[in-house]
């Protein structure tokens, strides 16, 4: 059974910053990207960023490019988004996810975690 298990969630002031981890178990992730999404209150939920199982290809949103960055470790299968410079607008619960390639659709899902950013 697939778990994806988010960490580092919490509460912070603009302009700060927090780092998401999320574990992954339950199967072989060789060749799986790894993403993250997010979804305010009141609203769908987005893509916030992905990477694919070698680190070599990244795709951010465009709202948090240069301000986010992702990155995995194969070893521990974990992904992380160090969120950095954050704004009001960036609270959300944010989601990871993992799909089993470029054109597959993220099919397992975390249970999130909250990060809240004060003004």
């Known amino acids: 059974q697939v778990q994806l298990v988010e960490s580092g969630g919490g509460l912070v002031q603009a302009g700060g910053s927090l780092r998401l981890s999320c574990a992954a178990s339950g199967r072989t992730f060789i060749g799986y990207y790894m993403g993250w999404f997010r979804q305010a209150l009141g609203k769908e939920r987005e893509f916030v960023a992905e990477?694919?199982?070698?680190?070599?290809?990244?795709n951010y949103q465009d709202s948090v490019k240069g301000r986010f960055t992702i990155s995995r470790d194969n070893a521990k299968n974990t992904v992380y988004l160090q969120m950095n410079s954050l704004k009001p607008e960036d609270t959300a619960v944010y989601f990871c996810?993992?799909?089993?390639?470029?054109?597959?659709?993220?099919?397992?899902w975390g249970q999130g975690t909250q990060v809240t950013v004060s003004s």
């Open positions: 996810a993992v799909k089993g390639g470029d054109y597959a659709n993220y099919g397992y």
């Open positions: 990477i694919n199982w070698g680190g070599g290809v990244k």
